[in-house]
């Protein structure tokens, strides 16, 4: 079986991690920092499809290489889906992990639906054509944070089927819940069809 090699459009290093982590060997996933690329992708967009496919796109115009990006959101039922496409930026442009959650909590304050969902979703650019996956959590938003490991909302995230929240897992029991697990099996798949 011939490995596929993918240059995976994204400044996040720990979606790097986790996303290394699901395909193991499968699939040869070459992060921008590897590649020797240092650019900023911009994400002007409204939906997490146009902003995945706008961070493809910029990447596979740059390389010519056959590439994939993810953009993820936190949606929040209370909220009306928000942050949604403005998770990294919720509390402003400065991306801040715990400004966001303090916002996030604040904003959920004495709310008694907790419920939210991560969404992720991938855009592929192979052989020139775009294909998109999609990988969605269910769960709910904890009053307090909890726990140190993973990222972004992990603290205050408990997906259902658990009492704990993503930051008290271990990189593999989130994989076993993930929104972006469940995005990319569906890359993984793929990608065994058409070889
Ligand atoms: P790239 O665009 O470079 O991929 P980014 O961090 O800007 O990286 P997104 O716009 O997709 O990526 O991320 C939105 C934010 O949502 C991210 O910065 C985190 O705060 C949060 N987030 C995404 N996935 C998450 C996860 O699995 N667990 C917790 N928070 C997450």
């Known amino acids: 079986m011939q490995i596929q090699t993918l240059i995976f459009a994204t400044n996040n290093i720990h979606k790097v ?3 290394k982590s699901v395909v193991g060997d499968s699939i040869n996933i070459i992060s921008l920092a590897e590649a020797g690329i240092d650019i900023d992708i911009p994400e002007p967009h ?16 740059l390389t010519g290489q056959n590439c994939f990006s993810e953009d993820t ?4 039922a209370e909220l009306n889906g928000e942050p949604g496409v403005k998770s ?11 400004d966001n959650i303090d916002l996030l909590l604040k904003n959920l304050s004495g709310k008694f639906n907790r ?5 992720t979703v ?25 726990g140190l490991e993973g990222f972004g909302y ?10 704990k929240t993503f930051a008290e897992m271990s990189m593999d029991e989130k994989n076993c819940f993930s929104h972006r697990k469940k995005a990319v099996a569906q890359l993984i798949s793929f ?3 058409i070889e």
Not at 52 to 59: D, H, L, N, P
Not at 115 to 119: C, D, G, N, T
Not at 154 to 163: A, L, M, R
């Open 17 to 19: 991690k986790e996303i």
């Open 122 to 146: 991938i855009s592929l650019i192979w052989h020139q054509k775009e294909y998109f996956f999609e990988g969605i959590c269910n769960g709910k938003i904890t009053e307090t944070q909890n």
């Open 46 to 61: 409204d939906t997490l499809i146009a902003n995945a496919s706008e961070k493809s796109s910029v990447i596979h115009q």
């Open 115 to 119: 419920s939210a969902q991560f969404r």
């Open 191 to 193: 990608l065994k069809t």
């Open 88 to 98: 990294a930026r919720y509390a402003g442009d400065g991306r801040n992990f715990q």
């Open 73 to 76: 959101g936190l949606e929040v």
């Open 154 to 163: 992990d603290p205050v995230f408990i997906p259902e089927g658990s009492t």
